[in-house]
């Protein structure tokens, strides 16, 4: 079966500090991967997305960044935090196909930028 | 991004009572997917749609997806207190990756 791990699960950085957050997946193979963030009481704002490795589109103009270094890694990353980059961010993935298929969500890492 | 009206924003139940929210859009798609999040956790899908008025039941859940291909709703039925948390809609069209959008969240608090 698949699973999928992302770390850490909370996170407090300070303004100004690199940012470095983790998602694997298990069980399958050439996953499209998601990450999304999600203010407080907020719905699902998708940030980036990647298709297969090395491979990144970006939704929205930020200070963050994303990386597909292998097949089922996926890493969002900041040079710079700031306080608006704080949130409860979430790694998805779903199988590789254009459409009909679920996503499927990381635990989350709660991010409070200080 | 594409945006789907989902309703109520919040809902306050007794337990017992069944529990009714729908989601809207102006555009058409082919999957309508429902998931609930609970407090520091990543939702979780609960039920997945794939044709213009398919009925589909999950224990005491049970969502539709709407003929006109625009809405879905959810209905669980004798709501417990462990039904608490946010569920959330997501319609999936079939072009490109970035192609799930979600609602905004039905907040739903179960009184015991």
């Known amino acids: 079966s698949q699973t999928i791990h992302q770390w850490p699960a909370t996170l407090v950085q300070p303004v100004g500090s690199p940012l470095s957050l983790e998602c694997t997946v298990e069980?399958?193979?050439?996953?499209?991967l998601y990450w999304y963030r999600q203010a407080a009481g907020r719905g699902l704002q998708l940030l980036f997305y990647s298709v297969g490795i090395g491979q990144i589109s970006s939704e929205v103009p930020q200070n963050l960044s994303a990386s597909r270094p292998q097949d089922r890694q996926f890493i969002l990353s900041s040079k710079k935090l700031l306080l608006s980059d704080s949130g409860f961010y979430l790694c998805?993935?779903?199988?590789?196909?254009?459409?009909?298929?679920?996503?499927?969500f990381g635990q989350g890492t709660r991010l409070t930028v200080v | 991004g594409q945006q789907l009206n989902q309703s109520p924003q919040s809902m306050f139940i007794q337990e017992g009572e069944d529990v009714s929210m729908n989601c809207t859009s102006s555009s058409i798609f082919n999957t309508w997917l429902w998931y609930k999040q609970e407090p520091g956790e990543g939702p979780v899908l609960l039920i997945a749609l794939y044709k213009a008025g398919e009925l589909t039941s999950n224990g005491r859940l049970t969502a539709q997806f709407g003929i006109t291909r625009k809405d879905s709703f959810l209905n669980i039925s004798a709501s417990i207190p462990s039904d608490v948390g946010i569920y959330f809609c997501a319609g999936q069209t079939q072009t490109g990756a970035n192609n799930l959008f979600f609602g905004t969240g039905t907040r739903l608090t179960v009184i015991p």
């Open positions: 998805a993935w779903s199988k590789g196909s254009w459409y009909g298929t679920e996503a499927f």
């Open positions: 069980g399958t193979s050439n996953p499209n």
